[in-house]
């Protein structure tokens, strides 16, 4: 073993080790490796940074404007909302045409952003039908993770799979190459999905609505600052310390004028109006402390949740959002967001005393306040995800028709061969900004530039994987393991590897470094390499056994009210379903 496949290995489980525990963002680790490389010689530099210019890059940058477009255009949510108008009141039809609708569309948009489209509909559904979130969130996030591996555009291990095999001078997967293995998968999973729901899904208690979800109803009221009061002439942030986290101000009204979250420093005066919220003892407490007197009782009602001009809402965190991990005071997220955090759902229990310390975590729900722009700012973000839906009007309706043909010429371009796959999607993206379905600065703001800098960074890696002969290590070493077993077996390992790496690290990530070794495996060995990506993309793509594996998970995991240990008892069986098609089918699709 030479010291260069020792230090690749050293790279690998550092990295490796950084990515699973999540301690530094993987943008960041991705960027490290990047540099490792290039300081321990392993790679040049104008080598390295080539890496931002890589097809995979282009092509899932292009994608993202593509997704946005068609949410944009209002295409998306109508989808959503029509299919999921004929549900009628069977639950089993119900689920049936959930995981339809998610499946489809998820088959030309990215799947987290499928996921984040149909979560508010399917709530709303469940809502309207008295049914649990969790008999249909489940349905839906397996329905997108097995439509996107439909298509080249649905998720991303199949885009970094098709540009891995066209830098080696490999023909690429066209847009629907990877249907005829998909498709079975997706059918078997929606069929068992269907037909077993009551006995393969959790069902969890339902929260019935906002104000009596989080327990509100009798924490409000509104507090007058008295002539004698001390805070006269005090700033908010000393009424902050004054109540040590005990309450917490979500207003303040000066005559006609009423102030969504006042700044730390605004100076209180006489007569001010405070809505706060907190205990009922600890209202009084504190109002004899300040000197403040407290008004009629404040009823949190419906109407106010519904008001044009504050409003609440519910939120989530994205799957590689940088807020977990921080407390709201850290996040600054009142300032950022121009939202109060009222309360934190967590795996069923209410949160709603001295927020400002509590670390966020994933699947958490936040009930936020604020005014009803600074909502719809959120449905514009990409670290917080909408639960519930915030009336907004359609961006862009009449680009509906410019929007779905774009779509088509795509496609067309793709099936056709007439030009490279990611110049089909760059230019797809390009005319998406150019006819207006998405303006140049939104198509900036929603590419996933995360995810960008990740694949850039790792590519690199996989390069010196096989340049340096690790992947050859590794590929000997598995056939040494396999002797003369059928191929298949060498198949099992390989998505048994990606599976297994998925679940600790990000699905395009495990790709990135499995692709090398699959496609060396297959060269080490006689046979076709495409048996073998093939296999990587879709155990990248599909399996799963915990919530982090894959982004939608992640956004069902706090609305549906879901454990851990829910997504490992649903995640086995459908693995073992996955993964034993995929060992049947690939083989007849693709020989070795």
Known sequence: MTPEVLLVF?????????????????????MGVLVSLVLTGLVKSDDAFSAFSNTAVIALGSVF?????????????????????????????????????????????????????????????AH???????????????????????????????????????????????????????????????????????????????????????????????????????????????????????????????GDQR??????????????????????????????????????????????????????????????????GQTLRSARVQEQFGLIVLAIWRQGAVMARRLRDVPLRFGDILLVQGPGHALERVQEERDLVLVGEVRASEARPRKLPLALLILAGVVALTILNLVPSTVA?????????????????????VIDWRTLFIVAGMLPLGKVMEETGTAGLIAGTMLGAVGN?????????????????????????????????AFTLAGTAGYSPLPFLMTVAIAAGIAFITPMSHGPNLLIMGPGNYRFRDFTLVGVPITLIVGAITLLVVPLVFPF
Not at 25 to 30: E, G, K, L, M, T
């Open 259 to 324: 102030i969504f979250a006042p700044a730390a420093t605004l100076p209180l005066r006489q007569d001010d109006l405070l809505l706060v919220r907190g205990r009922i003892d600890e209202l009084h407490d504190i109002s004899e402390k300040l000197r403040l007197i407290t008004e009629p009782e404040f009823s949190l009602s419906a109407e106010m949740a519904n008001d044009e001009e504050l409003q609440m809402a519910e939120v989530t965190l994205s799957r590689r959002s940088p807020l977990a």
């Open 65 to 125: 404007v593509i997704s946005e477009g068609l949410a944009q255009t209002g295409f998306a949510a109508m989808l959503a909302r029509r299919i999921l108008a004929f549900a009628g009141e069977s639950e089993r039809r119900l689920v049936l045409l959930v995981m339809l609708a998610g499946a489809g569309l998820s088959s030309f948009m990215h799947n987290t952003g499928t996921a984040a489209i149909f979560l508010p509909a399917v709530l709303t559904l």
């Open 485 to 517: 077993a059928a191929p298949v077996w060498l198949l099992g390992g390989v998505f048994l590897v990606t599976m297994l790496l998925s679940q600790v690290v990000s699905n395009d990530v495990s790709t990135l470094l499995v692709a090398p070794l």
């Open 10 to 30: 050293a790279l690998l489980g550092g990295a490796a080790i950084l990515f699973a525990t999540e301690k530094v963002r993987p943008d960041i680790v991705a």
């Open 128 to 254: 309207q039908t008295g049914r649990s979130p969790s008999r249909l969130l489940f349905p839906l996030s397996i329905a997108i993770l097995g439509g996107g591996s439909m298509t080249l555009i649905g998720t991303a291990p199949n885009i970094l799979v098709s540009e891995a095999m066209r830098s080696r001078g490999e023909p690429g997967f066209g847009f629907f190459g990877f249907a005829p293995v998909a498709a079975p998968i997706l059918f078997a999973l929606i069929v068992v999905t269907v037909l077993f729901y009551d006995r393969l899904l959790p069902e969890r208690q339902g929260r019935t609505g906002l104000i009596e979800s989080y327990k509100l109803r009798d924490y409000m009221t509104e507090l007058r600052v008295c002539s004698d009061s001390q805070l006269v002439g005090k700033k908010v942030e000393e009424f902050t310390r004054a109540v040590n986290g005990e309450l917490r101000l979500v207003s303040l009204i000066r």
């Open 425 to 445: 999607l760059f230019l797809g993206a390009g005319a998406m900004v150019v006819t207006g379905c998405v303006t140049m600065d939104r198509a900036y703001e």
